[in-house]
């Protein structure tokens, strides 16, 4: 796949929060709910109280491109929305610290 499609609207990252399934892992908690076509969509959420815009986008950076490298190993047909955690310290936000979350939470999830 060429560019990872995005969730945008509001309502669309209010139906995979209300009606997907929650998974937590140390730095992120994830939402997943099934969609029914052949493409995977992501939403990532920071909150505005975690850090200012710029360590914001940097984390939202971090997700976005830990999932294109994962991308083409994952099952296909989820809506899936990151969030980081309020409580983690953002110094934690590396790209390893990242994968390695990620890679667990796919796993316990099953599309990975």
């Known amino acids: 796949m060429d560019k990872t499609l995005k969730l945008k609207k509001n309502y669309e990252f209010k139906i995979v929060l209300t009606k997907g399934n929650y998974y937590s892992g140390k730095y992120l908690d994830v939402f997943v709910k099934k969609n029914n076509s052949s493409i995977n969509y992501i939403g990532i959420a920071i909150g505005v109280k975690i850090a200012k815009a710029v ?7 971090l997700i976005r491109e830990n999932y294109r490298l994962m991308e083409k190993d994952l099952n296909v047909g989820y809506n899936i929305v990151f969030l980081w955690k309020k409580k983690v310290d953002i110094k934690k936000a590396t790209f390893s610290n990242i994968e390695e979350d990620m890679t667990d939470i796919f796993k ?5």
Do not use: A, H, M, T
């Open 108 to 112: 316990r999830i099953g599309i990975l």
């Open 55 to 61: 360590k914001r986008n940097r984390i939202k950076r």
